[in-house]
């Protein structure tokens, strides 16, 4: 049997592997393969799989035992392309040791270069290069990287605040440089690096309690080891929690001779992207810094060059761009550049390193991009026919649609605001909240209640809690491509970065910024697509996507590929409206309770629920009749010649009465009632479940008055406005059904109420009578009830209480537990429990369509919605899928992706 292979080289024009194995080789990994079988220059190495990953795992930590030879033999190779030995005493082969998953991670886990220097091996570097200063750079920045990588924090060592290994050895450097008076890195002489190294060694001995290892192949299983622990590590834990990636997927290793941006003004190191991930638009945009490592770029060190003019802002103009400095190197980045984006079909975020005036290529992926951008980049690649249109579709996220929807600062609040400071524009949109300095504090403040503004110098893999928890995230170091830009990017959330006016004083928790001071809790205003920073709380404006031109031809394709109609929640004329302008077809669910709740209203209401006898309650309704009445004419009006589905009365009585002593007592004085009847009636409409009580279509059965008034009150409407020749369409839904006898006494009663209004205003009006699905005895009888029934709505928030058996108030005391335990994937509340709930809509679709071949179907609970919930429903064939005003969009392009999706099929 051939031995399983763990290890895929790359080299030279050969690879192994190729981009099509993101999941065994991970994302990096499967990019360098690529490149490589593409001619681009990249520097040999070798893929150990996710699959290492996950065995080794799953066998208590130990790789398995065919790891080790492969490794030997794929090292060989490498060392044969590059002409060099590792661990060779003349002329040493440096690796990285590079962690790379599926899906990309920002700085999640470890990476290390320069592996493989040590006392031996330096002079021969030495030797080769006649760059001393270099050498000793790149030993400085190995231990840097391994000590905190390997020896602190693979090794599980949790240091206190301030005082990691690296930032001590940084602490270190920084004291040097004091001394020596310098501003850069780059000045620090050789013996300036030698003298610092011999300090870092006894750094780490003395906070880490052992050697800086100097055996190059000591160093290489360090470095591999500890790629495979950061997949478990905290960070890597929780970013996978937001991001929703499993654990099972595991990381690879990627282990890659070096290529050195550090070896003198001729060098250089950068990352880009084929467009700008912020805006969308089509010009070739990144950052780099003359002789300087990779990570330098990344961690928001030094602020980086932009890569050429195009990308010149007035807060860089200065500065010098690729293009200028290096010319011909410049067009060689960009015609690989413009090959990759036609080769991958998509936006790449690509790594580049110059050595000695040579250029290497050390990453390409699909970049993360926001909303605006991912909808620009779509729409612009389809026109050009880079890609069809169903790909554009299916390339948006619909979060991303979201996040056009969201609001930006009013230009006029700004042009008379205080303005605190200037920085790069990393994510769209604007934001308010109270500045905070911690990530924990973000997320302790933002579960209070609080909007939050994370304020950081820079940002680390630590704080994705707390960028998480934060309304947006201002830092004071960085460019567009640091780990807070990135991040933020990726959620599409409003982000500021490279403020360097911000003198950040993170023990007194304040700011000092042009002569002012900003503390804690203090309310700022950030304006993420210009990249000002404002104090005080603006106004922000609600989101304006109608004049994108992006989006709206997007949304437009949207609607030509969708099947699925989608329909609002609405109560009122005011949501219809918005929501009518959003592109809903209709009202899904227009509930007739939150009437009752008016000032006005609930006394009749009240009145109606008191009256022990008939002819109270029938007084009581005919008070509140002219007001129902009315409701429906604004929201019939607002929807003119679309249908709106009504549904009767729904929640249990006792929701319309005060229930303390106090409340009770007033209102008895109010309406002139004892207070012995108000309580006692209070007591005897007490339930122990009332979401299990006399609530629904049980009302109905039980009160037929009140839903004849409610008939009556939906049919004048019509009549009315039928007569003015406004078009109506009344669906009257009756609520909570399990028996198709509850279903057919309360239909009777509307349709005989329905016949005599359209008599008495000599008018017809095409209305409909159905039924809401939300109890499971009603999707198990679909056959029945669908003979009674002229339509059904999905009613999904109880449908899922009722299947699961648990009350949605209550789940939150446990529910999240589930979730994080693994032993739910999702909220069923927040998708659909497709094996659950959705087997039962399943059922009530296919016995439904049986009876009824043409009983028309959707869906009305909050999960119309959610994306993957209105992809189950255009899979069993609903109609359509009705959600509040806001998520119209994006049901709508969810449609879109669906009918895509099951066409690829
Ligand atoms: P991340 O996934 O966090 O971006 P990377 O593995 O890409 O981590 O590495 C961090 C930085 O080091 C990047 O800028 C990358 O280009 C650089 N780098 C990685 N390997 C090498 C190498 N073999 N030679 C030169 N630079 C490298
Ligand atoms: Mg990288
Ligand atoms: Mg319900």
């Given at each position: ?112 270069l320069n592996v493989g220097l040590t006392t031996k091996t330096i002079p021969g570097l030495v030797r080769k290069t006649q760059n001393e200063r270099f050498v000793y750079d790149a030993y400085r920045r190995l231990m840097m990287m391994y000590s905190d990588v390997v020896m602190e924090k693979a090794a599980g060592i949790e240091p206190a605040e301030g005082e990691g290994i690296r930032q001590q050895l940084e602490h270190a450097m920084e004291r040097m440089k004091k001394e020596k008076g310098y501003k850069n890195d780059t000045e620090l002489s050789v013996d300036d690096l030698k003298r610092l190294c011999e300090e870092f060694k006894g750094i780490i001995r003395r906070t880490l309690g052992k050697e800086f290892p100097d055996d190059p192949r000591e160093q290489l299983w360090g470095g591999i080891g500890a790629v495979f622990q950061s997949w478990m590590g905290k960070r890597a834990v929780s970013y996978r929690k937001i991001e929703k990636i499993p654990e099972e997927w595991g990381t690879a290793v990627n282990v890659q001779s070096m290529v050195f941006g550090n070896t003198g003004e001729n060098s250089g190191t950068g990352v880009a992207f084929t467009r700008n991930p912020a805006t969308g638009e089509n010009v070739f945009f990144g950052e780099w810094l003359p002789n300087a490592q990779g990570e330098d770029v990344v961690a928001g060190i030094r602020t980086p060059n932009p890569v050429n003019e195009a990308g010149k802002t007035d807060d860089t103009r200065h500065l010098p761009s690729l293009e200028e400095a290096m010319p011909s190197l410049y067009k060689q980045l960009f015609a690989i550049e413009k090959r990759l984006e036609k080769h991958y079909q998509d936006m ?558």
């Amino acid at each position: 049997m051939a031995l399983k292979k763990y290890v895929y080289f790359f080299g030279s024009g050969k690879a192994d592997g190729s981009g099509k194995m993101k999941n065994l080789l991970g994302g990096k990994g499967a990019g360098l393969a690529e490149m490589t079988s593409l001619k681009i220059p990249v520097p040999p190495g070798f893929t150990i799989t996710t699959e290492v990953c996950t065995l080794y795992y799953k066998n208590n930590r130990k790789y398995p035992k065919e790891l080790n030879p492969q490794v030997d033999s794929a090292l060989a190779r490498v060392e044969k392309i590059m002409g060099k030995k590792f661990g060779s005493a003349e002329d040493p082969l440096l690796v990285s040791v590079r962690s790379g998953a599926r899906s990309s991670m920002p700085g999640m886990m470890e990476t290390v270069l320069n592996v493989g220097l040590t006392t031996k091996t330096i002079p021969g570097l030495v030797r080769k290069t006649q760059n001393e200063r270099f050498v000793y750079d790149a030993y400085r920045r190995l231990m840097m990287m391994y000590s905190d990588v390997v020896m602190e924090k693979a090794a599980g060592i949790e240091p206190a605040e301030g005082e990691g290994i690296r930032q001590q050895l940084e602490h270190a450097m920084e004291r040097m440089k004091k001394e020596k008076g310098y501003k850069n890195d780059t000045e620090l002489s050789v013996d300036d690096l030698k003298r610092l190294c011999e300090e870092f060694k006894g750094i780490i001995r003395r906070t880490l309690g052992k050697e800086f290892p100097d055996d190059p192949r000591e160093q290489l299983w360090g470095g591999i080891g500890a790629v495979f622990q950061s997949w478990m590590g905290k960070r890597a834990v929780s970013y996978r929690k937001i991001e929703k990636i499993p654990e099972e997927w595991g990381t690879a290793v990627n282990v890659q001779s070096m290529v050195f941006g550090n070896t003198g003004e001729n060098s250089g190191t950068g990352v880009a992207f084929t467009r700008n991930p912020a805006t969308g638009e089509n010009v070739f945009f990144g950052e780099w810094l003359p002789n300087a490592q990779g990570e330098d770029v990344v961690a928001g060190i030094r602020t980086p060059n932009p890569v050429n003019e195009a990308g010149k802002t007035d807060d860089t103009r200065h500065l010098p761009s690729l293009e200028e400095a290096m010319p011909s190197l410049y067009k060689q980045l960009f015609a690989i550049e413009k090959r990759l984006e036609k080769h991958y079909q998509d936006m790449q975020d690509i790594e580049f390193t110059i050595e000695d005036g040579r250029l290497w290529m050390l990453q390409t992926r699909v970049g993360k991009r926001n909303g605006q951008a991912a909808i620009r980049m779509a729409v612009d690649m389809a026109k050009s026919k880079l890609i069809t249109k169903g790909i554009a579709l299916l390339r948006v996220k619909p979060e991303q649609i979201d996040e056009l929807l969201h609001p930006s600062v009013d230009p006029a609040a700004e042009k008379s605001a205080v303005e605190l400071a200037k920085g790069l524009p990393a994510g769209p949109g604007g934001a308010i909240g109270k500045v905070v300095f911690t990530a924990d504090d973000a997320e302790g403040w933002a579960r209070k209640g609080e909007k939050v503004i994370l304020v950081r110098n820079e940002t680390s893999p630590e704080d994705v809690h707390g960028m998480h928890a934060a309304e947006a995230i201002l830092t004071a170091r960085g460019g567009m491509t640091s780990h807070a830009a990135l991040v933020a990017r990726g959620w599409g959330k409003c982000c500021i970065v490279g403020c360097s006016e911000l003198a950040i004083n993170l023990h007194k928790k304040e700011i000092h910024v042009n002569g002012r001071v900003v503390r804690e809790g203090d309310w700022i205003t950030l304006n993420g697509t210009k990249g000002r920073v404002y104090e005080g709380k603006l106004k922000l404006l609600p989101a304006d996507p109608e004049h994108n031109q992006w989006y709206k031809e997007l949304m437009k394709w949207a609607d030509q590929f969708r099947t699925l109609k989608v329909r609002t929640n609405a109560d009122t004329p005011n949501d219809a409206a918005v929501a009518r302008n959003f592109g809903a077809q209709g009202i899904g669910l227009c509930r007739t309770e939150h009437m009752f709740f008016d000032a006005d209203r609930i006394r009749s209401v009240r009145e109606m629920i008191l009256s022990d006898a008939l002819e109270g309650r029938r007084k009581a309704l005919a008070k509140l009749l002219p007001m129902q009445k009315g409701d429906f004419v604004g929201i019939f009006k607002a929807m003119a010649g679309l249908p709106v589905t009504i549904r009767l009365l729904d929640p249990p009585l006792h929701e319309f009465l005060p229930h303390t002593d106090q409340e009770l007592t007033e209102l008895a004085g109010e309406m002139g009632v004892p207070f012995e009847r108000l309580n006692a009636k209070n007591k005897s409409l007490h339930e122990f479940n009332p979401m299990l009580g006399h609530r629904g279509c049980r009302l109905g059965v039980t009160y037929p008055e009140i839903y004849e008034m409610q008939v009556q009150a939906i049919m004048e409407a019509a009549c009315e406005l039928a007569k003015e020749r406004v078009k109506v369409i009344p669906e009257i839904m009756i609520p909570l059904v399990g028996h198709v006898k509850e279903l057919e006494t309360t239909r009777d009663l509307t349709v005989s109420v329905a016949e005599r209004i359209q008599k008495e205003y000599k008018v017809k009006v095409p209305y409909t009578v159905g039924t809401m699905i939300e109890l499971p005895r009603a999707c198990v009888t679909s056959d029945e009830i669908a003979a009674h029934a002229d339509f059904y709505s999905f009613g999904t928030n109880d449908l899922t209480q009722t299947v699961y058996g648990l009350s949605r108030d209550d789940a939150g005391r446990f529910l999240p537990t589930y979730v994080e335990n693994g032993i739910l994937k999702e909220d069923p509340f927040i998708t659909i429990d497709q094996e659950g709930v959705g087997a039962l809509m399943r059922m009530a679709v296919e016995k439904g369509r049986k009876v009824k071949k043409n009983l028309k179907m959707g869906i009305c609970g909050e999960h119309g919605g959610e994306p993957k919930s209105v992809e189950f429903c255009h899979k069993i064939g609903l109609e359509y899928v009705s959600c509040s005003p806001f998520r119209v969009p994006i049901a709508r392009f969810a449609a879109a992706q669906a009918a895509l999706k099951k066409k690829a099929k």
